[in-house]
């Protein structure tokens, strides 16, 4: 059991490295091209006819692509109030089971989502449907929300198993209250 701990973490963390740095490179980049845009239009009063689409479509893939870091984070929904309601009435076992419910419910969407919306990725990339501009393929897009998709529904995989384990040790019963959670 220790061992998949151990190999989850640094997944979890290998994970965290390289999509973290991705999203923010591009987030960055998008953001700085966003201000370009927006002086040319402004004060030169020209535009690039694809800058628009550009832009939105680069922030919802940055932002796609950080769901799963936030999930390894456990970020997502964070109700901090509930948790402590339930620690201070000492109802570990009951935090332990949610936590397994929440981490299980995670991946089932996600993995739902992800796993259905290939075929439209695929639809996209045979038909050449294009973005508004009609410059930027749509396909890319949305691979980049299935990626998203699919590395928050791998990750809530990887947390649901881990739960199930700290529950089968007993970690939920000493009371600690990770207050980065999930449920």
């Given at each position: 059991m220790n061992a998949f701990?151990?190999?989850s973490q640094n997944l979890q963390s290998i994970i965290d490295k390289i999509f973290s740095k991705i999203a923010g490179i591009l987030l960055?980049?998008?953001?700085?091209?966003?201000?370009?845009?927006?002086?040319r239009r402004y004060i030169f009063?020209?535009?690039?006819q694809w800058g628009q689409d550009a832009v939105i479509y680069a922030m919802v893939s940055s932002i796609a692509l950080y769901i799963g870091i936030?999930?390894?984070?456990?970020?997502?929904?964070?109700?901090?109030?509930?948790?402590?309601?339930?620690?201070?009435y000492k109802?570990?076992?009951?935090?332990?089971?949610?936590k397994i419910f929440v981490s299980l419910s995670t991946f089932m969407?996600?993995?739902?989502?992800?796993?259905?919306?290939?075929?439209t990725v695929f639809k996209s990339f045979l038909r050449d449907t294009k973005t508004e501009s009609l410059t930027f393929d749509l396909w890319m897009f949305q691979f980049m929300l299935m990626l998203g998709?699919?590395?928050?529904?791998?990750?809530?995989?990887?947390?649901?198993?881990?739960d199930i384990i700290h529950y089968i040790q007993g970690k939920h019963l000493d009371g600690k209250l990770d207050l980065v959670s999930d449920v």
């Amino acid at each position: 059991m220790n061992a998949f701990l151990d190999f989850s973490q640094n997944l979890q963390s290998i994970i965290d490295k390289i999509f973290s740095k991705i999203a923010g490179i591009l987030l960055i980049s998008t953001l700085l091209f966003a201000l370009v845009e927006i002086t040319r239009r402004y004060i030169f009063s020209v535009v690039f006819q694809w800058g628009q689409d550009a832009v939105i479509y680069a922030m919802v893939s940055s932002i796609a692509l950080y769901i799963g870091i936030t999930q390894i984070k456990r970020g997502h929904l964070v109700m901090s109030a509930a948790l402590e309601l339930l620690n201070a009435y000492k109802y570990y076992r009951t935090i332990g089971i949610l936590k397994i419910f929440v981490s299980l419910s995670t991946f089932m969407f996600c993995g739902s989502l992800a796993a259905t919306g290939w075929p439209t990725v695929f639809k996209s990339f045979l038909r050449d449907t294009k973005t508004e501009s009609l410059t930027f393929d749509l396909w890319m897009f949305q691979f980049m929300l299935m990626l998203g998709l699919g590395i928050m529904a791998v990750i809530a995989l990887l947390q649901t198993i881990e739960d199930i384990i700290h529950y089968i040790q007993g970690k939920h019963l000493d009371g600690k209250l990770d207050l980065v959670s999930d449920v």
